[in-house]
């Protein structure tokens, strides 16, 4: 364990001085790994320079006891005492953080939302999570980039793509994706009735080049007058784009930039991460369910949480959690969901860890 703990320092120290070396600093793609990699390394060394202190502390402590007396004999097993429990807090810590790392840890991410099943009640709810979302991107300090979006009559979203942009965004919202069901008596109800609506979410990790790589000879480009509401020259140019894939049918348009160039730009940009999910999903396929590493045992087809405005109510049914604190989860404070989500993964992560 220490000799491996060894190896993890000399290789961050490695990274460390290689990001100011010449080689890294002069190529933007290496120096931009090489940091998200120190960045994803730094608490697992930090931590391990802890335990490291309270193994040494410990060593101490024992060896200044065989022949101390009185008043410093019972400071030097009060310091013994506290660094070992130190060591069975950090030994728990370091098993987390040794954990094999996300590969998308430290990527942005695209989140596309779209009002489901209920009608213009799915997509007001759907305008709900958009604000959450960006809400809690504020509270974070992260940087939100709306890439398209499209609203229906009443204020609601039929559908949104953005580019959310920050050290933990995959980290903390990867588990965000799939079907959201609101419970809630909607604004177009007359008699006060209770309706059940949905609305989907999508997160997928940004997609660079590197990671995917699109022969042009597999796209079909149509550009098209946009249409729906627009500054001047957006629904007189033919700005608007769709990109088709044609290997894997795959499509994706963008019209809300007045520029073609743009408009494909940001349709690029969703469909590279589209690919990496499509690649990332047949892979996990092939995985045996006992390898699979996800929150509880929702499929796609389930609601994987519950908007209960009534009660003020939000439960997440991959886990069985639930808070009855909604409306500061629709302002953003998401973090008591998302930690109870990490949490129930890492347990899944060390109990497959233990069993392999």
Sequence with gaps: MLERLKAIEADYAALEASLASPEVLGDQRKLKEASRRYKQQTPLVECIRRY?????????????????????????????????????????????LLLPPDPNDGKNIIVEIRGAEGGEEANLFARDLFDMYNA????????????????????????ATMVMKGDSVWTKLRFEGGPHRVQRVPVTESQGRIHTSSATVLVLPEAEEVDVQIDEKDLQIDVYRASGPGGQGVNTTDSAVRITHKPTGLVVAMQDERSQLQNRLRAMTVLRARLLK???????????????????????????????????????????????????????????????????????????????
């Design 278 to 356: 499509l690649r990332e999903d047949e892979q996990a396929e092939k995985m045996s369910a006992e390898r699979r590493a996800q929150v509880g045992k929702g499929g796609r087809g389930e609601k994987i949480r519950t908007y209960n405005f009534k009660e003020n109510r939000i439960t997440d049914h991959r886990i069985g959690f639930t808070l009855y604190q909604l409306q500061n989860v629709l302002a953003g404070d998401l973090d008591p969901v998302i930690d109870a989500l990490t949490a129930q993964y890492q347990i899944e992560q060390l109990a497959h860890a233990s069993s392999v």
């Design 136 to 159: 809690y991107a504020v509270r974070n300090g992260w940087s939100v980039e709306v890439l398209s979006l499209d609203t229906s009559p009443m204020g609601g979203i039929n559908q």
């Design 52 to 96: 490291r202190d309270a193994l040494d502390t410990v060593e101490a402590a024992k060896e200044l006891l065989q022949d101390a007396q009185g008043a410093e004999r019972e400071q030097l097993q009060q310091e013994l005492d506290s660094a070992t429990e130190s060591i069975g807090s950090l030994e728990e810590e370091l098993k987390v």
